[in-house]
């Protein structure tokens, strides 16, 4: 056995000799956890797959903004591996994000899911990978390792020089010392349920309550799509990733006697030329019409709203709330949803 490790290449006893202090490192620096898994095992059971399909809207995937690269940090709220892990699918289904979790589990005691090798992975995870936003839900960033010059400062630093921060649900009272907070929401989370927005030197920074359940009805995924583009959005500004192009729709009550009216206006700043632009009547119990795409390329600048915009024809979805929506204006931007009745 010896004479065989003797023959071996240096790189390769360079690498074990490496792997082997950092384990010992990481087991000196941390208790004896009580769930301790194996790196394969770990490894395993953080791979998130989009395989299975629910119903779901296209918000912005893709994306003229690139693929957001996600590190998305999810506490358990009981004993055992409680972590709620599909609403990360259901965000990665919507939105052209690539994200990775870690998990914060519960078993004995609080721990980093996996014991040693969890600890590993995430000092892993934050030291070798570039992340445009960290998320947070249920578990706050102090509970991250303090070792010097490792997680937690990793962190600062990222958040620092631009990366950005949402937190869901949990707090992280003087851990970002140099946090300012906004006085006024930024237009583009109009809607979002926030408790705080703030920058953090170049990063920024947003505070959200947990997402309510949305309970089972006729029409149910309209209310839950909703709920996940105001998510998605949010974690888009917190990244610094928001669409260039902003929209705006306007919607008018009609009569069914008096169908086709044309009574829904949109409008829009910063839009490209020769763009075109789809929508979707949505109605609250479910239904959806896709209306004809129009191409906006006879307008070719755009300085402000109100010199600007076209109106579209809505004579479908007789009665109930309709609400028209845009899932993608050259994969740019998409708008607020707008309701207008149709009796």
């Known amino acids: 056995m010896a004479q065989r490790i003797s023959q071996l290449p240096v790189r390769y006893c360079t690498c074990w000799l490496v792997f082997t202090l950092a384990m010992l490192v990481l087991s000196a620096a941390r208790p ?6 194996s790196m394969p095992w770990v490894e395993e059971w953080s791979r998130l797959s989009t395989n ?12 003229a903004g690139g693929r957001l690269k996600v ?5 358990s709220g009981s004993e055992g591996m409680d972590a709620n892990v599909r609403p990360l699918v259901e965000l990665m289904e919507r939105f052209d994000f690539e994200v990775t979790p870690v998990y914060h589990a519960v078993f004995y005691k609080e721990d980093w899911y996996g014991g040693s090798s969890g600890y590993f992975r995430l000092w892993n995870l934050l030291s070798r990978n570039h992340y ?4 947070f ?3 706050s960033p102090s509970q991250l390792p303090s070792w010097p010059g490792t997680p937690q400062q990793t962190l600062r630093a990222a958040v620092s020089n631009g990366a950005g921060v949402v937190l869901i649900n949990t707090r992280a009272e003087g851990f970002f010392p140099n946090k300012v907070k906004l006085a006024t ?14 920058t953090v030197d170049k990063g920024r920074l947003l505070s959200l309550p947990t997402p309510s359940l949305v309970p089972y009805h006729a029409g149910w995924t309209i209310a839950y799509d909703d709920q996940w583009e105001k998510t998605g959005r949010a974690i888009l500004w917190a990244a610094g990733h928001e669409p260039a ?11 069914r006697a008096a169908l086709p009216a044309r009574n829904l206006k949109l409008s829009w700043e ?8 789809a929508l979707v009547l949505r109605r609250d119990d479910g239904l959806e019409v896709n209306l004809p795409a129009q191409t906006l390329a006879t307008v070719t600048t755009c300085s402000t709203v109100t010199t600007c915009g076209t109106v579209t024809t809505v004579n479908q979805l007789a009665g109930n709330d309709v609400t028209p929506v845009i899932p993608y204006l050259t994969r740019l931007s998409w708008a607020d949803n707008v309701r207008g009745r149709i009796s």
């Open 32 to 37: 004896a956890a009580a769930w301790e898994e």
């Open 52 to 63: 299975y399909v629910t119903p779901h809207f296209e918000w912005a995937k893709p994306y």
């Open 71 to 75: 590190l998305y940090f999810i506490g």
């Open 132 to 135: 445009d936003v960290f998320v």
């Open 137 to 139: 839900e249920n578990v």
């Open 185 to 198: 929401p930024p237009a583009l989370l109009a809607g979002v349920p926030l408790t705080e927005a703030a």
């Open 245 to 255: 192009t902003v929209l705006h729709l306007e919607a008018q009550n009609a009569a």
């Open 270 to 277: 910063q839009m490209p030329a020769g763009a075109s632009v």
